[in-house]
């Protein structure tokens, strides 16, 4: 699938080894509107992939860089895990009406099989989660 450059201000240095994949739904009716939202440094919010209805990529923040995704979150003894963790988001109402598009299937796999072969993951997570 296609990967997009969409970087966010949202962002900082990462200090932490990454360990975990969070997976989000971003809760808003199409893409525009959350890339938008990432891009403004007022949000305060970023991932590091959204993934659009159509199954395309858009690498908002570097794998080694932190994304502001999580906010007081706990993980196996860890705290704020923005600093251990890549954050995979789908474009997605999140309403429990919507599904996820194969497209948008296909695309999470790839995100996930990548950072699984080349970081020490230890686990997938949601954000309801953590």
């Known amino acids: ?10 962002q900082d240095t990462r200090a932490h080894p990454i360990r975990v994949i969070v997976i989000h739904a971003d809760a808003s ?14 949000s305060k919010v970023s ?17 080694t860089r932190r994304a502001w995704a999580v906010g007081y979150s706990v993980w196996r003894g860890a705290r704020n895990i923005n ?16 599904p996820l598009t194969s497209a948008q299937i296909a695309s999470a796999r790839e995100v996930i099989a990548e950072w699984r072969a080349k970081w020490k993951i230890e ?6 989660i953590v």
């Open 1 to 10: 699938m296609t990967e997009v450059l969409r970087l966010s201000p949202n």
């Open 29 to 42: 009716p199409n893409e525009k509107g959350t890339l938008g939202w990432l891009e403004n440094p007022k």
């Open 47 to 63: 991932y590091h992939v959204l993934i659009g209805r159509k199954g395309t990529k858009y690498r908002c923040v570097l794998d």
């Open 83 to 98: 600093h251990i963790a890549l954050n995979v988001a789908f474009a997605n109402r999140n309403d429990g009406k919507e």
């Open 123 to 128: 686990d997938t997570t949601t954000h309801q």
